[in-house]
């Protein structure tokens, strides 16, 4: 059977190392997220156990009072390089398959639904997270009339949203200064992306490079921005700025924002790994899926960015 020729328009794959060692990364990597932002491994006072203490207690600790030694990051640390490292093995092997002409139209088709289905689920996982901003910023008063048997610290609930810890209201963020300029280099970066791929379509690569080098630089300034908004937060924690802790909407602030900006960081790779394909000579007017994959998921990008914008910071600040 082997010399007859092939009757299908599906390209078989040889077998490959990725599926199984992309698995692994991930397992590492969540249990580092795990070990990081939660902990595995109480601290002890009286019965220390340093390694254990070291590698496995909650890796924000060193981020608070006391200058603790941790290494909790270490385990998330190793997770993210073998996760990068799978994702940069497996892509180029498709990318060559690309370059090999094995991504017939039927198989285009299958990666065009597989990056649906990808952005799909990251809908939803804004979608789980604006549910519960909504509850908290809607409901919380009401949570706080509940029976303390049902809901632990009931009452803690009436003015949880918008105060700290000694019950004072606190100072979010100003909407029209930095996250306004985050908006308007966010949209300005829209217009740049969709710019390239046009230009790639009509065949004018230099117009396409130009849109993609600077789609890439707004990226790298969108992310500078909320970098110094945050050490801006950061510095003030202890006065009037909510923090990671401070109260509910912190929490929930920094957990919508903090992975947003890493879904930006992502798009920023993205699209610069096409752009140094692109000037490399890859991609043609005909064929350039992999364009078309950082463009949908930097819109995604922009349109989340919109909705938070629009709630967490203008609609639902807290003063």
Same mark, same amino acid.
């Given at each position: 059977?082997?010399?007859?020729?092939?009757?299908?328009?599906?390209?078989? &794959?040889?077998?490959?190392?990725?599926?199984?060692?992309?698995?692994?990364a991930a397992l590492v990597w969540g249990?580092?997220? *795990?070990? =990081?932002?939660?902990?595995?491994?109480?601290?002890?006072?009286?019965?220390?156990?340093?390694?254990?203490?070291f590698f496995f207690s909650r890796g924000m600790d060193m981020f608070g009072e006391g200058n603790v030694s941790n290494g909790g990051w270490l385990i998330l640390f190793l997770g993210c390089l073998?996760?990068?490292?799978?994702?940069?093995?497996?892509?180029?092997?498709?990318?060559?398959?690309?370059?090999?002409?094995?991504? !017939?139209?039927? *198989?285009?088709?299958? &990666?065009?639904?597989?990056?649906?289905m990808?952005?799909?689920?990251? @809908?939803?996982?804004? /979608? #789980?997270?604006?549910?519960?901003?909504?509850?908290?910023?809607?409901?919380?008063?009401?949570?706080?009339?509940?029976?303390?048997?049902? &809901?632990?610290?009931?009452?803690?609930?009436?003015e949880g949203f918008g105060v700290n810890a000694g019950g004072q209201a606190i100072a979010t963020i100003d909407a029209w200064d930095i996250p306004l300029m985050n908006t308007l280099v966010l949209l &300005?970066?829209?217009t740049t992306v969709t710019w390239a791929h046009h230009a790639l379509i009509k065949g004018n690569r230099k117009a396409a490079s130009y849109g993609l080098i600077m789609t890439v630089l707004l990226g790298i300034y969108f992310t500078y921005l909320q970098a110094v908004e945050y050490l801006h937060a950061?510095?003030?924690?202890?006065t009037? *700025?909510?923090?990671?802790?401070s109260n509910i909407?912190?929490?929930?602030? =920094?957990?919508? !924002? #903090?992975?947003? #900006?890493?879904? /930006?960081? @992502?798009?920023? @790779?993205?699209l610069a790994v096409i752009w140094l394909r692109l000037v490399k000579g890859g991609m043609t007017k005909e064929q350039h899926f992999g364009f078309e994959a950082a463009a949908w998921y930097w819109h995604f990008v922009d349109v989340v960015w919109l909705f938070l914008f629009s709630f967490v910071y203008v609609v639902f600040a807290t003063s």
């Open positions: 059977m082997s010399d007859h020729a092939v009757e299908h328009d599906y390209h078989l &794959l040889p077998p490959s190392p990725w599926p199984l060692l992309s698995g692994i249990f580092g997220m *795990v070990v =990081f932002f939660a902990g595995v491994h109480a601290r002890d006072a009286e019965h220390p156990s340093a390694s254990m203490e073998m996760g990068a490292y799978c994702m940069y093995g497996w892509w180029r092997d498709v990318a060559k398959e690309g370059a090999a002409g094995d991504h !017939t139209p039927v *198989v285009q088709i299958g &990666l065009r639904y597989g990056m649906i990808f952005i799909m689920q990251e @809908i939803m996982f804004f /979608v #789980g997270w604006f549910w519960m901003f909504f509850e908290f910023s809607l409901y919380h008063k009401i949570r706080a009339k509940w029976n303390p048997d049902i &809901l632990d610290s009931a009452d803690s609930y009436a &300005l970066s829209g950061f510095a003030h924690k202890d009037s *700025v909510f923090w990671l802790d909407y912190g929490s929930t602030f =920094f957990f919508a !924002t #903090g992975f947003h #900006g890493l879904h /930006v960081l @992502i798009g920023t @790779i993205f």
